[in-house]
């Protein structure tokens, strides 16, 4: 195999003693990214898969949830259950999008493995596969990252067909569930295909090969939840990478005091209204902005001292364009040596 390109983003991760060993296979190639339901976790996902492929790069950018977040980020038609290029990046690169679909997904399966493609469809029309799902759900996971894996070990000619994986992963309150997919498949298979299939998955997501990013906001909840969601990876033995915290502004009026005769003066120097009402008023809401610029401050602390390289994505004024994403993967550029292997 020739000698993979080293990502700009590589994640150190550790574990307890007790958790299962990992091996270290070298560059980060599946970058598994999480976050509370709100935080913007398409959003970071679709800018390091941006931001990964610079330099002549090929990334994949996975979903999984069916919601076809990633065709609306790019404003592109819902993704079929193939792989479509749907952004070109300076100097050569490219981003590819897949949405994996559990049903297709098993369709697959049954294809590769048991050789029932035409009976797999008859299976589908019978509604067999939904029936399947339902009962045993923690197959669907298993099918899920089955097809991850598959894309991050293809190859051909010598030569990774993708040189990372980014996977816009399921909610911190479910990915614990869905990346343990050994403990799920043991519940129904002992032995045969759906049994090394998850071994081979979970092999793949506790190694060096996989970090997981954890995408928060600077508020109470999402932030309880980054650490939270840590203790859990960590208990599982699987990879903890970065803390991504998103939608950041610039700490102005930081550390200032505002008084109202200040503001008064600022008012009148501008030629704009400045009687006692408005004075008060934008006193006030300056107050209310300091206050919340205290508690952003107390925020970041915690989340340093979760031990884990932490990046900042600005707010972005004219909200998620591609040129948003741009700005967003920039930055993810410039702090790259939060993410180096530690």
């Known amino acids: 195999m020739a000698a993979h390109h ?85 100097g050569g690169g490219a981003v590819t999008a897949l949405a994996i679909d559990a049903e297709a997904a098993l369709m697959e399966y049954l294809e590769v493995f048991y050789h029932l493609g035409v009976a797999g469809r008859a299976l589908h029309k019978i509604g067999a596969i939904d029936f399947a799902t339902a009962i045993a759900p923690g ?25 990372a994986v980014i996977l816009d992963a399921p909610p911190t309150g479910r990915i614990g569930k869905f990346l343990n997919v050994t403990a799920e498949a043991a519940k129904l298979a002992k032995v045969g295909p759906i049994k090394t299939q998850s071994e081979s998955v979970a092999e793949l997501l506790r190694s060096g090969a996989t970090a997981v990013h954890l995408v928060t906001l600077l508020e109470e909840m999402p932030v309880q939840e980054v650490a939270d969601t840590l203790r859990e990876l960590t208990h599982l033995g699987l990879p903890n990478g970065a803390v991504i915290v998103n939608n950041t502004r610039p700490p102005v009026l930081a550390n200032v005091r505002i008084t109202k005769a200040d503001i ?17 008023g934008l006193a006030r809401e300056g107050n209310a902005h300091q206050a919340r610029l205290e508690v952003e401050s107390a925020l970041r602390l915690q989340l340093h001292d979760l031990d884990r390289p932490v990046v900042e994505l600005p707010s972005l004024p004219g909200g998620v364009t591609r040129s948003g994403l741009d700005v967003l993967a920039q930055r993810i550029r410039r702090q790259a040596a939060c993410f180096e292997a530690s």
């Open 139 to 163: 197959v669907r996971d298993v099918l899920l990252t089955g097809k991850i894996k598959e894309a991050v070990n293809r190859a051909s000619d010598n030569r990774r067909t993708y040189d």
């Open 6 to 90: 080293q990502q700009e983003v590589q994640l150190g991760h550790d574990g307890p003693d007790r958790a299962p060993r990992r091996r270290h296979t070298g560059s980060v190639r599946l970058h598994v990214v999480t976050g509370k339901g709100g935080t913007g976790k398409t959003t970071a996902a679709a800018a390091l898969a941006i931001a990964l492929a610079s330099r002549s790069r090929r990334t994949l950018l996975v979903e999984v949830e069916g919601r076809q977040s990633i065709a609306q980020l790019f404003g592109a038609d819902p993704l079929p259950y193939e792989e479509i290029q749907i952004a070109t990046v300076s």
């Open 264 to 280: 008064r003066r600022g008012l009148v120097s501008a030629g704009l209204p400045a009687g006692k009402e408005t004075v008060a």
